[in-house]
């Protein structure tokens, strides 16, 4: 088994602190439910795409280190390690905002990965199995070229993509059930729901 990640909204979730952010910068009202998707519908129902864009510059770069990881990430990952099975993050994200003051997005992130996945026995991820890419389809010959066996991701559109290697097992991350009409993948809602999946397949082929 190799199992490679995807980063923003499978590994980390961005709802509690794009609300907060929406809240300080006085953009949405003080009931909007704490959630990315509700903030973001929220401005671009109003006719505030812009202020989105540049808030999304503002919380992948500048306020990066406040997000949080998803209930259950590290102990999944304490699981792959105890067992030397190998972990890699692969997204894709663009280098810089394309609003706002240009923060390092790809340096904001490995610094959320150096601070947040790590344990009293060091890095839950090797820095080294850590790529950030700037489209989608460097990320999936990213995804082929590691050689991962099973690929999480929250994006269908990622894990069924044309180009998603064939030899790798596409497994689609929906906290929220936005995505229950996709048959086609196998699906988790949740971290612990994860780690039993691959402690099924990697019992299976011990």
């Known amino acids: 088994m190799r199992i490679g990640l995807d980063f923003d909204n499978t590994i980390v979730n961005y709802d509690a602190l794009f609300h907060r952010v ?3 910068q006085g953009n949405i009202p003080s009931d909007l439910p704490v959630n990315k998707v ?3 519908d929220h401005l671009r129902c109003t006719g505030r795409e812009p202020i989105w864009t540049e808030m999304q510059g503002t919380v992948y770069g500048a ?3 406040e997000a949080a990881a998803y209930p259950g990430v590290l102990d999944c990952l304490r699981w792959l390690r105890e067992r030397s099975i190998p972990v890699a993050i692969m997204s894709h994200k663009t ?3 394309f609003l706002g003051p240009a923060y390092d997005l790809h340096a904001a992130a490995r610094a959320w990965i150096e601070r947040h996945l790590v344990d009293a026995e060091g ?3 090797d820095p080294a199995s850590v790529y950030f890419e700037v489209t989608k389809e460097f990320k999936l010959d990213r995804v082929g070229e590691w050689g991962a066996t099973h690929f999480v991701d929250d994006l269908p559109e990622i894990l069924l993509h044309p180009a998603f290697p064939r030899d ?3 497994l689609l991350f ?3 059930g936005h995505h229950a009409a996709v048959e086609s993948v196998p699906s988790v809602t949740t971290w612990a729901g994860l780690q039993q999946r ?3 397949t990697w019992l299976a082929n011990r």
């Open 95 to 97: 280098r810089h905002p």
């Open 123 to 125: 890095p839950l991820v």
């Open 22 to 24: 929406a809240l300080e």
């Open 198 to 200: 691959l402690e099924s």
């Open 63 to 65: 306020r990066m280190n």
């Open 38 to 40: 509700a903030v973001r």
């Open 174 to 176: 929906d906290p929220d």
């Open 168 to 170: 790798a097992r596409p």
